[in-house]
Nanobody
Framework: QVQLVESGGGLVQPGGSLRLSCVAS????????MGWYRQAPGKQRELVAS???????NYADSVKDRFTISRDNDKNTVYLQMNSLKPEDTAVYYC??????????????WGQGTQVTVSS
């Protein structure tokens, strides 16, 4: 059984910073692409950033130059450093990972979500 567990959300003032973490645990061969998505009330879930095993990254235009995604492959962990936060960044942030199992099958998994609220 695979679990993705997020941490690091909370309430922060505009202009502040937060760091999200997500750890993948369970019995699997490897973790492939890892990413962060977010969903604000009344809006669709959207990709924030993603990172491959080799460190190639992709960002939504709205977070470029403010957010940084990174990962520690030895710890099966992905991070999202969020700086210069804006009220429009308020959302539930979800971790996503492509997991490859020992039978070589690959499936996507989601974390439970962590709330980020940017407000004064």
């Amino acid at each position: 059984q695979v679990q993705l567990v997020e941490s690091g959300g909370g309430l922060v003032q505009p202009g502040g910073s937060l760091r999200l973490s997500c750890v993948a645990s369970g019995r699997f061969l490897r973790v492939n692409v890892m990413g962060w998505y977010r969903q604000a009330p009344g809006k669709q879930r959207e990709l924030v950033a993603s990172i491959t095993v080799f460190g190639s990254t992709n960002y939504a235009d709205s977070v470029k130059d403010r957010f940084t995604i990174s990962r520690d492959n030895d710890k099966n962990t992905v991070y999202l450093q969020m700086n210069s936060l804006k009220p429009e960044d308020t959302a539930v942030y979800y971790c996503n990972a492509g997991i490859t199992f020992w039978d070589v099958s690959t499936r996507p998994y989601w974390g439970q979500g962590t709330q980020v609220t940017v407000s004064s």
